[in-house]
């Protein structure tokens, strides 16, 4: 690859840390417990569970093969308790296969783009350093983002444009780019920036930072299909988790967090009738929500590392259903007659909250 592996490119600082360790110990300590980072980057979130919970074997997931490189070399003292993977984290089925794992206990997702994407600019990710429009995670394979702004119908720009990015003035952007595009390609990511700005009416630049920001989100999230990736990566990863295994997700703008917030309230829900005094069998929520809606980072995650200033945390852990029926089945009696209902409105039985009864009205 040409890449000097004893110094990695770009500035690496973990996300809340210590927070994703504290959140995942009781899953990281049971017995022949599988970790798996799904979005291994520079590994730094790897290193420090390998290096704390010494029986735990990591498996590493990344699509960009400069970032597993480094890793490889970064992790290469703990032989085969690390296993690392060049693939895209929707991938966890095929890989668990053919590494003969049948559940993991532990995993953690850092979304968004890594130090290594970020800080060089031949990557093409930044706004503010001129390079050649990139933006692909994984540069072995798929379009590049000079492709889609040079190629696609100016209706689908605009539909990139205001879906990923949640860009009010696409149509002036697409407008402009479009226009720019007939004189002559467009390859630089400095380009691009300049015409973004200028599509801009100055009264919207004044504020919410850099006004290509959300064009080249927009940009990035469709060349590497990252939320159509994370839609199948969170179920799979749930579905994967062995009992009393725990799952931490760090997403860093609102369509990540929302797909893994849809996710993780689904399954926490129990999915039976309200009205029946237990649960039925398979109805009973599969997740227990370890954080209160999502948690944002402290001041001094902050200043110790800016770019955690926009980042959502969110953890569950996966409950033992058998435990979880036995348990009931101890508290009612198996096999015994189902409690009956109150009756106090004519055999009605119990009436869901909020209902009206027939017959009655709102005061």
Do not use: W
């Not at 296969?97 to 890594?114: C, R």
Request: charged residues 30%; aromatic residues 4%; neutral net charge.
């Amino acid at each position: 690859m040409g890449v000097d592996m004893g110094e990695p490119r770009g500035t690496h600082v973990p996300v809340l840390l210590e927070r994703c360790l504290e959140l995942l110990d009781p899953a990281l300590t049971l017995p022949g417990a599988v970790h798996v980072d799904f979005t291994l980057g520079l590994g730094g979130h790897a290193e420090a569970v390998l290096e704390r919970y010494p029986d735990v074997v990591l498996v590493g997931l990344d699509r960009d093969t400069e970032a597993l490189a480094h890793s490889r070399h970064r992790l290469i003292r703990f032989g085969d308790r690390a296993r690392l993977v060049h693939a895209v984290y929707d991938e966890l089925p095929r890989v668990l296969s053919e590494l003969g794992i049948p559940a993991i206990h532990s995993g953690l997702f850092d979304l968004g783009v890594s130090s290594l994407q970020l800080d060089e600019a031949d990557r093409g990710f930044a706004y503010a350093q001129d390079a050649l429009l990139d933006m692909r995670m994984d540069q072995s394979r798929g379009v590049t983002a000079e492709e889609i702004v040079n190629s696609y119908q100016p209706g689908d720009l605009v539909r990139v444009l205001r879906q990923y990015g949640e860009e009010k003035f696409a149509p002036r952007i697409v407008s402009s780019i479009v226009r720019e595009r007939a004189k002559g390609r467009i390859t630089s990511t400095a380009r691009l920036a300049e015409l973004v700005k200028d599509a801009i009416p100055a009264a919207a630049r004044r504020t919410g930072g850099n006004p290509a920001k959300r064009t080249f989100q927009a940009l990035r999230i469709e060349v590497n299909k990252e939320l159509e990736a994370l839609e199948g990566a969170v179920p799979a990863a749930l579905d994967a988790l062995a009992p009393h295994g725990r799952l931490v997700v760090m997403s860093y703008q609102s369509l990540e967090d929302r797909i893994v917030k849809r996710e993780l309230a689904a399954r926490s829900r129990s999915t039976g009738p309200v009205d029946l005094p237990v649960e039925l069998p398979g109805t009973g929520p599969s997740l227990r929500l370890l954080t209160r809606g999502s948690e944002l980072p402290s001041e001094a995650e902050v200043a110790a590392n800016p770019r955690a200033a926009s980042v959502k945390l969110r953890a569950v852990e996966r409950i033992d259903e058998q435990e979880q029926s036995r348990k009931t089945e101890k508290a009612f009696g198996a096999g015994r007659e189902r409690p009956r209902m109150s009756t106090t409105r004519g055999g009605q039985g119990r009436i869901r909250p909020g209902a009206i009864a027939e017959g009655e009205g709102r005061a």
